[in-house]
């Protein structure tokens, strides 16, 4: 899981930040160092390849040496590596990980069968993660990439219009804030609306084969 990154250079660092429930490590990887620390997180559902297929090819490209010395720029390209072994949305408990944050509207209840939130709040070893790195990293930004079946948007939560309308004027897509159904325990919740972090979720087009 080391990226390459051409011409040996090395990441600013590489941490295991915890493991999957069938033991996968569960990397952040740190690109650039500045004050203005910016979380990237890929692959939290395992069949969305697009998701954690655009952070490698961000941090191949290469292009994020421009925020060298402006701002501290991390990655978790793969927050679910069971799932994306395993090619399912959900990790080896059966757990859909951006049900499972503990936000205040955590329900116990499924809303539907592919989004079951586990046991508890934060029960799933790969949140806790994605928690102790939130808690390390502090993030003044939050990007989230995953893939739909269909009409794939921006969402934003928290203050991050601006942001959003950014991307969308580079990829073409729609903003939206509302995505028509409840996503409790979910980053988006979680970052965004509970702590004002300006969270993005990119839902990309999933590649049909
Ligand atoms: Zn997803």
Same mark, same amino acid.
């Given at each position: 899981m080391l990226p390459r990154?051409?011409?040996?250079?090395?990441? &600013?660092?590489? !941490?295991?930040?915890?493991?999957?429930?069938?033991?996968?490590?569960?990397?952040?990887w740190q690109l650039t160092q500045g004050i203005r620390p910016l979380l990237l997180v890929g692959g939290v559902h395992g069949d969305e390849v697009e998701g954690y297929a655009l952070i490698e090819r961000y941090v191949a490209s290469g292009k994020w040496r421009s925020l060298e010395g402006r701002a501290a720029l991390w990655a978790i390209p793969c927050l679910n590596?069971?799932?994306? &072994?395993?090619? !399912?949305?959900?990790?080896?408990?059966g757990v859909d990980l951006n049900r499972n944050l503990p936000t205040q509207d955590w329900i116990a209840a499924s809303l539907e069968a592919r989004y079951p939130p586990g046991a508890a709040p934060g029960s799933e070893p790969e949140t806790q993660a994605l928690l102790a790195s939130l808690a390390q990293i502090r993030p003044r930004f939050v990007l989230s990439t995953h893939s739909c079946q269909n009409d794939p948007y921006v969402n934003y939560n928290g203050p991050a219009l601006e942001l959003a309308q950014v991307m969308a004027a580079r990829n073409g897509l729609p903003v939206t804030d509302d995505i028509s159904y409840p996503t409790p325990g979910s980053l988006g919740t979680w970052a965004g609306q509970e702590r004002?972090?300006?969270?993005?979720?990119?839902?990309?087009?999933?590649?049909?084969c």
């Open positions: 990154l051409g011409a040996g250079e090395p990441l &600013a660092s590489l !941490q295991v930040i915890g493991h999957s429930v069938q033991g996968r490590p569960i990397y952040l590596p069971d799932g994306c &072994a395993l090619g !399912q949305r959900l990790n080896a408990n004002r972090i300006p969270t993005l979720t990119l839902e990309l087009l999933r590649r049909r």
